[in-house]
T-cell receptor, first 112, second 113 residues
């Protein structure tokens, strides 16, 4: 079984709809992250969480919100989706010793 | 602020050719450095890492050496295979502070049979 899972894997939604992307991990890591990937722009950090009570904005948090329901679960919400939020979204985890991040398989979101 | 710069892609090579993908960084202190690989339709996978100057990370025939004097962490492989076709990302995280990870924009590698 995968260590980091994301649901859904693909989603098409309409402008103005609320949508939630979910991430679960079995690695036991405290740190979790949400990124979006756009062609030619690499990965951009949306939010990150160092534990259940510690949530921080990344470089592109506008239009997004998150919830850390438990150590293993970190959800990303788009309150009112817009077309320029069409992208590939990744969840990642890391441990405390800067050993690198572990990524989920991604969610491809299309906003029409 | 901290940043990572990778060579522009795509890089197209014939099978068994030598691969170099350049990566340079800007960061205070002594960051940890990473290479990730992303195969089509998948998430990023950690390929190798180095945590201090002159360290060499290696995995699956890929190598990269942490060069503090040139602030570089170039990825190399002696003989590429078609299965190495993917996008490669260089990344860093600081030695102290928030432990955020900074990624380059990725370099697409295409290996032809």
């Amino acid at each position: 079984d995968a260590d980091v899972t994301q649901t859904p894997r693909n989603r098409i939604t309409k402008t103005g709809k609320r949508i939630m992307l979910e991430c679960s991990q079995t690695k036991g890591h405290d740190r979790m992250y949400w990124y979006r990937q756009d062609p030619g722009l690499g990965l951009r950090l949306i939010y990150y969480s160092f534990d259940v009570k510690d949530i921080n904005k990344g470089e592109i948090s506008d239009g997004y919100s998150v919830s850390r329901q438990a150590q293993a679960k970190f959800s990303l919400s788009l309150e009112s989706a817009i077309p320029n939020q069409t992208a590939l979204y990744f969840c990642a985890t890391s441990d405390l010793d800067r050993g690198g991040q572990y990524f989920g398989p991604g969610t491809r979101l299309t906003v029409t | 602020g901290d940043s990572v710069t990778q060579m522009e892609g795509p890089v197209t090579l014939s099978e068994e050719a030598f691969l170099t993908i350049n990566c340079t960084y800007t960061a205070t202190g002594y960051p940890s450095l990473f290479w990730y690989v992303q195969y089509p339709g998948e998430g990023l996978q950690l390929l190798l890492k180095a945590t201090k100057a002159d360290d060499k990370g290696s995995n699956k025939g890929f190598e990269a050496t942490y060069r503090k004097e040139t602030t570089s962490f170039h990825l190399e492989k002696g003989s590429v295979q078609v299965s190495d076709s993917a996008v490669y990302f260089c990344a860093l995280t600081r030695s102290s502070g928030t432990y955020k990870y900074i990624f380059g924009t990725g370099t697409r590698l295409k290996v032809l049979a």
